[in-house]
T-cell receptor, first 112, second 115 residues
């Protein structure tokens, strides 16, 4: 049973606009959430994370929002750039666990 | 060399072959992981090693055999694989396991094709 879900397999956004990638989770024990970015033929690279004690974390153009009551997090990219085109994975972990639970990923395409 | 490296990057093998995948991390991390990524599926955790001890074996068939001789090196020994084992095999490492210590750094992966 998948505990981390990314229900949109793909997203297309124009350059300069906002990209919003969504992620839902089912396990209330998760307390740490991460976003990874993956280009073809490369391994995933860590992008940004958020602890469950926060509801927002910002790093440059990337902001992650966490809504614990809804068990939902989102990644905002503003402004989107063509180089952001990649697959984005949401992952979650609990402090007592050692396995990152990954979603299936959302393929983002930023068009010029 | 920095980060997490994996060799080979591509591997084609027959079902009767024996081969090994190698992973090396230069980050001073204590935990290392093997993941499998098949098309249109989430990353599947296979094995976890923490301080060279295997702490997780996620119901992986015995035709996959991990080895962790030290905290910097991780191997995945393959024998009598099936065509459905064709996938991208990713190695990752993290400072430790659990919570913020589990920010995992991934290698580029080995693209395995089983004929």
């Amino acid at each position: 049973d998948q505990q981390v879900k990314q229900n949109s397999p793909s997203l297309s956004v124009q350059e300069g606009r906002i990209s919003i990638l969504n992620c839902d989770y089912t396990n209330s024990m998760f307390d740490y959430f991460l976003w990874y970015k993956k280009y073809p033929a490369e391994g995933p690279t860590f992008l940004i994370s958020i602890s469950s004690i926060k509801d927002k974390n910002e790093d440059g153009r990337f902001t992650v929002f966490l809504n614990k009551s809804a068990k939902h997090l989102s990644l905002h990219i503003v402004p989107s750039q063509p180089g952001d085109s990649a697959v984005y994975f949401c992952a979650a972990n609990s402090n007592s666990g050692y396995a990152l639970n990954f979603g299936k990923g959302t393929s983002l395409l930023v068009t010029p | 060399e920095t980060g997490v490296t994996q060799t080979p990057r591509h591997l084609v093998m027959g079902m009767t072959n024996k081969k090994s995948l190698k992973c090396e991390q230069h980050l001073g991390h204590n935990a290392m992981y093997w993941y499998k990524q098949s098309a249109k599926k989430p990353l599947e955790l296979m094995f976890v090693y923490n301080f060279k001890e295997q702490t997780e074996n996620n119901s992986v068939p015995s035709r996959f055999s991990p080895e962790c001789p030290n905290s910097s090196h991780l191997f995945l020994h393959l024998h009598t694989l099936q065509p459905e084992d064709s996938a991208l095999y990713l190695c990752a490492s993290s400072q430790d396991t659990g919570g913020a210590s589990n920010e995992q750094f991934f290698g580029p992966g080995t693209r395995l094709t089983v004929l």
